[in-house]
């Protein structure tokens, strides 16, 4: 059974900074393809980042490129989103989502191809 937890989560000021972790069990993130959405209220779940386990490339959705960093660390298989200079339009739902293998480029940002969730965690930036 593969299980992914999101954590880090809050409510801060715009410009501040947050990193978001999940933690996997019975999937290893070492060779599979991961990646970070969001969904804000009326809104559809949106592509943020994806990293492709086994060859370290990242990818971003442009609203956020230069500001977010996805990261893994295979010893403890926990994914990362550090988050900078954070505004009123990040404020959403986090999930990480994940998948054994890889996914082609052209198709990252289709949530439909991730076949583990976590359940979510709620950012929200005050402006």
């Known amino acids: 059974q593969v299980l992914l937890e999101e954590s880090g989560g809050g409510l801060v000021q715009a410009g501040s900074s947050l990193r978001l972790s999940c933690a996997a069990s019975g999937l290893s993130f070492a060779t599979s393809a991961m990646g970070w959405f969001r969904q804000a209220p009326g809104n559809e779940r949106e592509f943020v980042a994806h990293l492709r386990g086994r060859s370290g490339h990242t990818y971003y959705a442009d609203s956020v490129k230069g500001r977010f960093t996805i990261s893994v660390d295979k010893t403890k298989n926990t994914m990362y989103l550090q988050m900078n200079r954070l505004t009123a339009d990040d404020t959403a739902i986090y999930y990480c989502?994940?998948?054994?293998?890889?996914?082609?480029?052209?198709?990252?940002?289709?949530?439909?191809?991730?076949?583990?969730w976590g359940q979510g965690t709620q950012v929200t930036v005050s402006s």
């Open positions: 989502a994940a998948t054994k293998g890889q996914i082609i480029l052209s198709a990252l940002r289709t949530p439909t191809l991730y076949n583990y």
